[in-house]
């Protein structure tokens, strides 16, 4: 009782030095979480989650030709899908990580120009009204959602489309339970912040997001896919290889043994053999 009182008080003084010097995790550090996770990636989650992509990249209406902007790229599946039906398209294929552009080098086969970049610092570079399609999955919110979206809109021609998926703000219940109890355990260690994410709280959310970043004709939606494992020792090594954590991983270090032995045992605790992805998803056009 008095080791839990005596983390918690840790954990308490640990983030507000953090936040007194200013130590955030930031995007580089989130391109380093995704380094590390590149190889596994598309085994431990997007296998599975690529239905979804495929959901929105068939809504959208695709034109004879198109130039492209593929935001935040990963392992660049969204490019190689809309290259398999239109491989006239021109993409530009942006990432913050070297490690997943190098997976989507495999995949795309000099097929995109990949570029290695923030998003908003490419878009901020980025000349008005140059793309018929951006699209950004699992990703709008590393950097702040509208401020990208205007600038997603910026360089749109008219009547361009944009489509989007992100995690929503009740993602992922299961590991919240876990993770303050694991920074409590690790407060000595914790050396920066990693900030909530802003995520959008349902499909609405995203919708006024959308009109407010210049866009028209949105249709969202909300969507949810539960992960079902056979022990906790293997949903560890799912939720710490999929990049779900990126950036959490660098407040508590989720890639050391010892730490995964903590989270497998808490989640033992609260008897949790199952992961929620929460999300909203939606297509728009430039209006
Ligand atoms: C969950 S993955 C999604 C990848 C891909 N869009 C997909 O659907 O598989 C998130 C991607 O966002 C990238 N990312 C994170 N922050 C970024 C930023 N500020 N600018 C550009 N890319 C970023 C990561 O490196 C990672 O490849």
């Known amino acids: 009782m008095w080791g839990a009182k005596l983390g918690r008080i840790q954990l308490y003084y640990k983030v507000l030095k ?19 996770v590149s190889r596994c990636y598309d085994d431990q989650f997007l296998k599975t989650m690529q239905q979804y992509n495929i959901k929105m990249l068939s809504l959208l209406p695709l034109p004879e ?27 530009d294929a942006v990432d913050i990580s070297e490690g997943m552009l190098r997976q989507a080098d495999r995949r795309l086969d000099g097929k995109a ?26 990703a709008l919110e590393y950097q ?5 979206l205007r600038e997603c809109s910026r360089v749109l021609k008219q009547d361009g489309q944009i489509g989007v998926i992100l995690n929503s703000g009740q993602t992922l219940p299961e590991v919240r339970r876990v993770y ?3 920074l409590i355990e690790n407060s000595s260690r914790i ?4 900030l909530e994410l802003p995520n959008p709280k349902d499909e609405r959310h995203l919708d006024r997001w959308l009109r407010k970043a210049g866009f028209c004709e949105a249709q969202t939606f909300r969507g949810m896919h539960k992960f079902s494992f056979d022990s906790t020792a293997e949903m560890t090594d799912w939720v710490t290889s999929t990049g779900a954590l990126a950036g959490f991983d660098v407040m508590a270090d989720l890639h050391d043994e010892e730490v995964k032995k903590q989270v497998s045992a808490l989640f033992e605790r609260f008897g949790i053999l199952a992961i929620t992805h929460d999300f909203v998803w939606g297509i728009a056009r430039k209006c």
């Open 65 to 91: 030709k198109a130039r492209v902007l593929d935001l935040a790229c990963g392992t660049g599946f969204n490019s190689w899908w809309l290259l398999q039906a239109h491989p006239d398209y021109v993409i």
């Open 18 to 36: 953090c936040c007194l010097a200013a130590k955030v995790v930031d995007r580089a550090d989130i391109g380093n979480s995704y380094d590390l």
């Open 113 to 138: 120009n990949l570029i290695r970049s923030s998003a908003l610092e490419f878009l901020g570079k980025s000349a008005n009204e140059q793309y018929d399609l951006v699209v950004c999955t699992w």
């Open 191 to 194: 050396e920066k912040l990693m």
């Open 180 to 182: 303050k109890h694991l």
């Open 144 to 148: 702040p959602p509208i401020k990208v």
